[in-house]
């Protein structure tokens, strides 16, 4: 199986290349990335905890699902391809907003990523991949913004930072 590659960008998001995923986490290089958040009519949104196998950040609860856009692939294909990997279950996804972070790991890696925001909207159970995520549950945005105040390190870091722009987001539409 070939390694996974990520797609390096500037800062304004025009690809530069390709690298292998752990090599870009181990240099910290800037790279394309998407994170999907589903919710219900409720304003639940759609949790998972990643899977206590993987690599960085194991065990910790996240939004719905996120990963790297593959080579030629769109935002919203990447989106819908991972959230049926992960989650088992397609929706229509829209675009919200992109922004740059970085976040540092214990084990010395590094997410340095201009992360692409979506939303899906969905009331069903998910089917989840045992590999990528060891649970899932619905949340209110609202509990949510108070349980990652007082217990950000339940939290990846990605959704720590992530969450505050996509519930202000959220709310300016309600």
Known sequence: MEEEKVILVTPKDEP?????KIE??????LHRAFSVFVINSKNELMLQQRA????HSPGLWTNTCCSH????????EAGTRRLKEEMGFETDL????NFIYKAPFDNGLTEHELDHV??????NKPK?????????KWMHIDKIYVDLINNTENYT??????FERFYNHLKDQI
């Not at 870009?24 to 290089?29: L, Q």
């Open 16 to 20: 530069i290349g390709l690298m292998p």
């Open 24 to 29: 870009a986490h181990e240099k910290a290089v």
């Open 52 to 55: 206590f196998e993987k690599y």
């Open 69 to 76: 856009q593959r080579y030629q692939e769109g935002n919203i």
């Open 94 to 97: 829209e675009y919200l907003f």
């Open 118 to 123: 979506m939303l899906g909207r969905y009331e």
């Open 128 to 136: 989840i991949n045992p590999k990528e995520v060891a649970s899932w």
């Open 157 to 162: 870091a990605w959704f720590a930072i992530i």
